[in-house]
C-alpha cells in the first residue's frame, strides 16, 4: 500500500491552486500528518508546502510520482479546523489558498528561500578568493559571494562544474535556545571523578564537589560562576571530565517589559449583570450567537469581557481577545494580564518576528488560554474555543488589505460557530452594518447606556472656526479652547489635544465659509492633486481645476487643509510658556517601547499635554484628564470614502470618552468649519441612535452600505493604456454577466492612479442580491490568471473593501 500526501504548495499562481499528490517514503510515513509542513520538489525547485489530506492512492502514474523531499514540522502546525478554513476563506476573500493558509502563521514559519553555493570539486582546485569562502564548510550562502564581491568568479566556477546551486527552503524564525549546564545524576561517578582531579587543579575539584550536591540538575551556567567564584574555563574542565554536560533548552523570548499586579473583580453594575448573564448562559449552551455589546466610553465593556473570559476559562475553554492594532496600548493588555497573569498571550506587530513565534508556540503547546491580539490573532491556534470578542468592532483596521482580504468579524464568527461558543462585538459606536444586523435581530443586541461609576459623560462644546476668523483669530487654537487649557493648567490637570490626521491635507476647503469641494455626481469630497493642481473623484473619476475662489462664498481663503503636530507643540509654547507636552505620533513612537515610555510619562504626570493623532483615541483611562480638544474634527469627515461620517462621528465619540473618566469631571472641546454636519452636530450629545437613523437615510439615499454591498476590482499595469484597455474588459465582461439591477461604476483611475510604477483602474459594483456574483466573480479570476497575468496585468477583487 502507498502513503500519498496532498499538498497546498507555496507558489501563488492560477495553474497551482489545487492540491498535488506526493509520495511519502516509508520512513516519513509515521512521522506525517495533515496540517504539517513539508519540502516538496516543484519544477526545478524545492519549494514549501502545506499537507491538507493524507490518502492511500493516487491518479498520478506511479512513475511519475515525486516523493516529499523533507517533514518540516513533528507536530502539526495547523489544525483541521485551520485546514477547513482556509478553503472558506479561499472561496469567501476569492484568494489563492496557499496564501489563505500562510496568513494563519506566524511569519517565523513562512518559508525563506536561500540560494547555496554547493562545491563540488577539491578545494584545491578553485580559485584563491573562492577557497578562502569554502574553508569554513562547503555550503555557502550565495550572499557571502555578493558581500565580497565575488560573483563573477562564483560563476565561472558554476561553469567550470566546480560549484553548483541549490534552492534551499529555510524557516524564517528560530526557537530561541539557551545553553545550560546538566550535572550527571551519579553521585559515586562525580566522587570518582574529583578524587581524580589533581591537588593543583583546585577550583576544578571544589567545582565537582560541589556537584555531588547538585546531582542531576539543570542550572545556568551563570548560576555556577557567581556561586563558586569560578569561571567558563573551569566549568569546561569539567564538563569534559564528565561530571557534567552542556544542554540547549527551549525557551520564550518575554515581550513583557514589566511586571503587573494582580487585579480583583469589580462588583459588576446592573448593566453591566445584565449583559454578563445573557453571555453566560449562551456559553452554557453552547450557543454559536454573535452579541453586540454597544456601551457608552467608560461603561465597563472591558469588565465584562474580563467576566466571560474568566467563565470561560474555569470551563477549561481558550479566550482569544482582537483589539486594534492601534489601542493595543499597555495599558490594554495590562488589564488582562493583572487577571490572567501567565495564561495571556499578546500579539501585536510591535513584536519582532521570534516574539510572535514565541507566542503563538505559547498558544500552539497550550501554555496560555487567553490571547490579546491584532486582526491576525483571531487564527490561533486553539482547540477549544470558549469565547470570541473584537474589542472596537467598527475600526477599520480588522479587515486585511491584501489578499486574503478578509475581515476578522467574519473569521470569528466562523470560528465561533466551529466550536459553538459564542462572539461578543463590543463598541461605543458600532459599525453601521452591525447596528442593522443587530436591529433585524441577526445580532443580540446587549446595551451599557451609563458609566461604570455613574459620572456623567463629558461635556462637549462645539467651535465654529470660522467665527474664531472672523474675530481675527488665525491661530489653530480657538479662544475658548485657550481659556480651558489655561484653567486646567491652573488647576494641574492633564489636557489630551488631538490632531485628526486622516485625510490629511487632502481635501480643498475654504476657511470662511468651511466649504469643501464635492464631487457633483457622488457627493463625495474631491482628493487634492498637488502635481496638476486639480482636484478629482475617486468613486466616478470627475474632475476640476482648484478654483481661485470659493464657489460658494467667492473668498480666495480656499486651499488644501491640513497641519503637523509639530507645529501645534510650537504654537502651544508659544501662547503658553513652559507648558509640558508630550508629543504622541508616528515620529515620536519609532522605536520600540517608546509608546509606552510616553504614556507611562504621561500617567505619571510628567506632561500637561499629550498631543497626537489616531493614536491616543483609543484605550487611554488616565483619571486626571479633564480636558479633551479636538483641533480639526473635519479632516476625517472630508476623506473620500462613503464612510468618512461614520468615521468622524467614531472617532470624535471615541476621543471625548478619554476625558472625566474618574472622579473628576470631563470637558470637550470640538473645533471645526462645519458645525452643521450631522457627524459633528451629533457628537455634542454622544448619542449614538441619531447618528445611526441619520447616517442610515444618507446610505439609503446614495446607494452605499449595509443597505447595498459593495466589490471593488482593480486592475494595475506598468503600460497607462494597457492598465486602462484591461480594466474595461473586466467592466464589459461583469456588464455581460450580471443582472440589470446590479450598478458597475467605471473604469476609473484609482485613489493613487500610479503604485510602485503601476498604473491603476478600478470599477465598482454595488448590488442588492445577486447570487451569481461570486461565481461570476471566479470566472473572472478564472480569465485573468490563465491570459491576462502573462501580459503583466494584475488584477484583485476585494469584496466589502474599506476605502475606494
Ligand atoms: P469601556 O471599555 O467601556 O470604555 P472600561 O472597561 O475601560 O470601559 O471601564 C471604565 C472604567 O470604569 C475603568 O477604570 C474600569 O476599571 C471602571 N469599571 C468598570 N466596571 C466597573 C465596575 N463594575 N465597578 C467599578 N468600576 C468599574
Ligand atoms: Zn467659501
Ligand atoms: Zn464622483
Known amino acids: 500500500m502507498i502513503t500519498v500526501a496532498q499538498v497546498i504548495v507555496d507558489v501563488a499562481a492560477y495553474p497551482v491552486d489545487r492540491p498535488f499528490d506526493y509520495l511519502v517514503p516509508a520512513e516519513m510515513t509515521q512521522i506525517i500528518e495533515t496540517g504539517c509542513r513539508v519540502k516538496v520538489p516543484f519544477g526545478p525547485r524545492n519549494v514549501l508546502g502545506f499537507v491538507v489530506a493524507i490518502k492511500n492512492e493516487t491518479d498520478v502514474p ?73 574553508r ?52 559515586q561517578k562525580l566522587a570518582d571523578i574529583q578524587a581524580n582531579i589533581s591537588n593543583r587543579a583546585k577550583k576544578q575539584k ?72 445573557q453571555i453566560m448562559n449562551a456559553i452554557e449552551g453552547q450557543e454559536p450567537k454573535t452579541f453586540l455589546l454597544q456601551g457608552v466610553t467608560g461603561s465597563g465593556k472591558t469588565e465584562v469581557y474580563l467576566q466571560t473570559i474568566a467563565k470561560v476559562l474555569n470551563d477549561g475553554k481558550e479566550a482569544i481577545v482582537l483589539v486594534p492594532e492601534i489601542s493595543l496600548t499597555p495599558q490594554m493588555t495590562e488589564r488582562f494580564r493583572s487577571r490572567f497573569g501567565e495564561l ?42 470558549g469565547i470570541i470578542i473584537l474589542d472596537e468592532e467598527h475600526e477599520s483596521t480588522y479587515k486585511q488589505e491584501d489578499s486574503p482580504r478578509y475581515h476578522a468579524r467574519d473569521v470569528a464568527i466562523w470560528r465561533s460557530k466551529y466550536h459553538n461558543c459564542p462572539v461578543i462585538l463590543g463598541s461605543a459606536t458600532p459599525s453601521l452594518e452591525s447596528f442593522a444586523r443587530a436591529k433585524k435581530n441577526v445580532y443580540t443586541l446587549l446595551t451599557l447606556k451609563e458609566r461604570a461609576l455613574k459620572q456623567s459623560l463629558p461635556k462637549v462644546q462645539i467651535v465654529d472656526m470660522r467665527d474664531e476668523l472672523k474675530k481675527g483669530n488665525r491661530s489653530m487654537f480657538s479662544q475658548s479652547l485657550m481659556e480651558s487649557i489655561q484653567i ?93 507636552v508630550l508629543r504622541m505620533d508616528v515620529d515620536t513612537t519609532r522605536a520600540k517601547g517608546s509608546h509606552e515610555q510616553l504614556l507611562q510619562a504621561f500617567g505619571d504626570g510628567e506632561a500637561d499635554v499629550l498631543l497626537g493623532t489616531q493614536m491616543i483615541a483609543k484605550g487611554l483611562d488616565y483619571p486626571n484628564i479633564t480636558l479633551v480638544g479636538v483641533l480639526s474634527a473635519d479632516t476625517s469627515l472630508h476623506l ?92 464589459e465582461w461583469l456588464r455581460s454577466q450580471l443582472s440589470f439591477n446590479v450598478s458597475i461604476i467605471g473604469p476609473t483611475a484609482s485613489g493613487i492612479s500610479r503604485l510602485q510604477n503601476r498604473y491603476r483602474y478600478q470599477c465598482l459594483i454595488k448590488y442588492k442580491v445577486e447570487p451569481d456574483l461570486i461565481p461570476t466573480l471566479l470566472q473572472l479570476i478564472k480569465i485573468y490568471r490563465s491570459d491576462w497575468i502573462k501580459k503583466g496585468i494584475n488584477l484583485t477583487v476585494d469584496l466589502d473593501p474599506n476605502m475606494i
Not at 478554513?85 to 511569519?107: G, R
Not at 557571502?144 to 562564483?154: A, D, S, Y
Not at 470618552?657 to 462645519?674: D, L
Open 640 to 731: 473620500p470614502d462613503f464612510r468618512a461620517a461614520e468615521k468622524t462621528f467614531q472617532l470624535l465619540t471615541q476621543v471625548s470618552g478619554r476625558a472625566g473618566r474618574h472622579e473628576k469631571p470631563g470637558e470637550v472641546v470640538v473645533q471645526t468649519y462645519t458645525p452643521e454636519h450631522y457627524a459633528i452636530e451629533l457628537s455634542e450629545a454622544q448619542e449614538y441612535d441619531p447618528f445611526y437613523e441619520r447616517e442610515m437615510h444618507m446610505r439609503h439615499q446614495a446607494g452605499y452600505p449595509p443597505y447595498y454591498y459593495l466589490a471593488l476590482i482593480q486592475v494595475s499595469h506598468e503600460d497607462v493604456l494597457m492598465a486602462a484597455d484591461y480594466a474595461g474588459k473586466a467592466v
Open 488 to 580: 486646567r493648567l491652573e488647576k494641574k490637570e492633564q489636557i489630551v489635544l488631538f490632531l485628526n490626521r486622516r485625510g490629511y491635507s487632502s481635501f480643498v476647503m475654504c476657511r470662511d465659509c468651511g466649504t469643501v469641494l464635492q464631487c457633483e455626481n457622488c457627493d463625495i469630497s474631491l482628493t487634492y492633486h498637488r502635481k496638476n493642481e486639480k482636484c478629482k473623484c475617486h468613486y466616478c473619476g470627475y474632475e476640476i481645476h482648484v478654483p481661485k475662489t470659493c464657489p460658494q462664498c467667492q473668498s480666495d481663503h480656499i486651499r488644501y487643509f491640513g497641519t503637523g503636530t509639530q507645529k501645534v507643540e510650537e504654537e502651544l509654547a508659544k501662547f503658553f510658556p513652559g507648558i509640558r
Open 136 to 187: 569554513a564548510s562547503q555550503q555557502i550562502n550565495l550572499n557571502v559571494f555578493e558581500k565580497n564581491n565575488l560573483l563573477p568568479q562564483l560563476k565561472a566556477a558554476i561553469k567550470n562544474k566546480q560549484v553548483s546551486i541549490a534552492n534551499v527552503v529555510k524557516q524564517k524564525g528560530k526557537v530561541k535556545e539557551v545553553r545550560k549546564v546538566q550535572i550527571i545524576e551519579d553521585n
Open 62 to 134: 506511479i512513475e511519475k510520482i515525486k516523493p516529499v523531499s523533507q517533514v518540516l514540522d513533528i507536530e502539526p502546525v495547523l489544525t483541521g479546523e485551520m485546514l477547513d478554513l482556509a478553503k472558506w476563506l479561499k472561496n469567501e476573500t476569492i484568494c489563492y489558498e496557499i496564501d489563505a493558509l500562510q496568513v494563519m502563521l506566524p511569519s517565523a514559519l513562512r518559508a525563506k528561500y536561500e540560494k547555496i553555493a554547493n562545491l563540488q570539486t577539491e578545494l584545491e582546485l578553485l580559485p584563491e578568493p573562492l577557497q578562502e569562502i569554502f
Open 206 to 277: 571544589q567545582l565537582v564537589e560541589w556537584m555531588q550536591l547538585h546531582a542531576g540538575e539543570i542550572m545556568n551556567p551563570e548560576v555556577i560562576y557567581k556561586e563558586m567564584h569560578t569561571s567558563a574555563q573551569v566549568l569546561n574542565a569539567v564538563v569534559d571530565l564528565g561530571a557534567a554536560a552542556f544542554v540547549q533548552e527551549e525557551v520564550y523570548r518575554d515581550p513583557f517589559t514589566k511586571e503587573v499586579k494582580r487585579t480583583n473583580f469589580l462588583n459588576l453594575t446592573d448593566e453591566q449583570s445584565v449583559a454578563l448573564n
Open 344 to 385: 495571556v498571550a499578546v500579539m501585536h506587530s510591535g513584536l519582532s518576528v521570534g516574539e510572535k513565534y514565541d507566542e503563538w508556540r505559547k498558544i500552539h503547546q497550550g501554555k496560555v488560554k487567553v490571547v490579546v491580539g491584532a486582526r491576525s490573532a483571531v487564527f490561533a491556534p486553539f482547540e477549544n474555543v
